[in-house]
């Protein structure tokens, strides 16, 4: 997300408001998100806040479903869409994620379910929202029970790790490691006709 830039509404939308507590969580963690401190970056007085959130915990709940729509929901909706074979779906869904930098989201939201009942139980639902995806993806390739598990897992813990772990490689390898972790998590996929 990008900090918004004030422009000549009067009013900011709650989207921008937001985005911009999103940017300070990534930034700082969950304490820095003050409304002073998101009014001063916005260039608005307190009182805009409060055109869209009855506090700051309203804020918070917030943050946590726009979290799970935007790097959730809508990335899985948007690769569902394009009605591929779910091999080619789990390519896609990879580059999706890449593409909207959801893995450098999930860190910050990660961080602050650990301290956090209110997010823990929202990243905890979202990675279920995840998982039955993926898995439901391996297991129209034929695999089964602990095998479309395993690779449904490790489909997202390269996908929710690498990125951060390893930020600095070129896109070319980024491009190669993607298509080599597709190949080896859909290789050995069973034969239909077994």
């Known amino acids: 997300m990008k900090r918004s830039s004030r422009s000549a509404k009067s009013r900011l939308d709650r989207t921008e408001w937001l985005e911009t507590a999103i940017d300070v969580l990534m930034d700082g963690g969950i304490r820095g998100i003050t409304i002073d401190r998101m009014a001063r970056i916005l260039g608005v007085t307190r009182g805009s806040f409060y055109h869209h959130f009855a506090d700051r915990e309203d804020l918070l709940r917030a943050m946590l479903d726009f979290w799970e729509s935007e790097l959730t929901i809508r990335i899985r909706d948007e690769v569902q869409a394009l009605r591929l074979d779910p091999r080619t779906t789990l390519l896609a869904l ?12 999930d860190v910050a939201f990660r961080a602050w379910a650990l301290h ?79």
Do not use: C, W
Request: aromatic content about 10%.
């Open 94 to 105: 990879s580059r999706a994620i890449r593409h909207r930098k959801a893995a450098e989201y």
């Open 116 to 194: 956090d009942p209110m997010a823990r139980k929202v990243v905890r639902e979202t990675d279920e929202i995840r998982l039955e995806y993926i898995r439901g993806l391996f297991q129209e390739l034929g695999f089964t029970d602990m095998d479309a598990e395993n690779r449904a897992r490790l489909f997202l813990y390269y996908e929710m790790a690498d990125p951060v772990l390893f930020a600095e490689q070129a896109p070319e390898l980024k491009d190669r490691l993607v298509e080599e972790r597709h190949r080896f998590l859909t290789s050995g996929q069973p034969d239909p006709d077994d």
